[in-house]
């Protein structure tokens, strides 16, 4: 094993509106060097599953990548300490116009462990109750039902990358099939 990583220093560079960029001083491997860390306070994500098993998905546009991109519900934490059971709860309704009594743990997913500590706790969301979508101002969601095994052929095509989508989609046929 190679030897140990130690940080030395940790400065604040970006403070934006869902991320802290930090650079770090580390000791590793006797060297001195320095790494980018973003912080994120975390997020959950839903997979929305309907009484005839349909999933709901949100499509919308992502900025990062310039296009549209198909996903499940999701959204940051509101506040770092806020239970992320709630935070899928206001994120389904939110995004997708329904709500659930019937919210059931699923996976956790750490997005990008080379350089961000973002954590998405996943949830399934069953007995699905119309309510009304409750979107930010600056956003547009299309809300699409989609069979399970359509989901999992846009993975495996390589037409699907969004990575807590991809986890979640995975995780849920993996439990509803085992």
């Given amino acids: 094993m190679a030897g140990k990583v130690i940080r030395l220093d940790r400065q604040l560079r970006y403070q934006g ?52 991109t198909l996903e499940i519900p999701a959204g940051k934490l ?5 239970p992320k059971a709630e935070c899928a709860h206001r994120e389904l309704e939110e995004e997708t116009g329904f709500r659930t009594e019937n919210m059931e743990y699923l996976i956790s997913v750490n997005t990008t462990v080379a350089f961000c500590d973002e954590a998405i706790d996943v949830f399934v969301a069953r007995d699905l109750i119309p309510s009304h979508q409750h ?16 989901l999992l052929k846009l993975i495996f095509e390589g ?9 979640a989609i995975c995780a849920y046929a993996a439990r509803l099939r085992g």
């Fill in 135 to 150: 979107l930010d101002e600056d956003e547009v969601i299309d809300v699409e039902a989609w069979e399970l095994d359509d």
């Fill in 78 to 82: 509101d506040a770092p300490g806020e």
């Fill in 159 to 167: 037409k699907m990358t969004d990575g807590k989508t991809v986890a």
């Fill in 17 to 68: 509106t869902i991320l802290k960029i930090y650079e770090d001083t580390v000791l590793a491997n006797g060297h001195e060097a320095h790494w980018d860390f973003i912080h994120h306070d975390g997020a959950a994500a839903v997979v929305p599953v309907t009484e005839d098993g349909k999933i709901l998905m949100v499509r919308q546009y992502r900025n990062a990548l310039d296009r549209e």
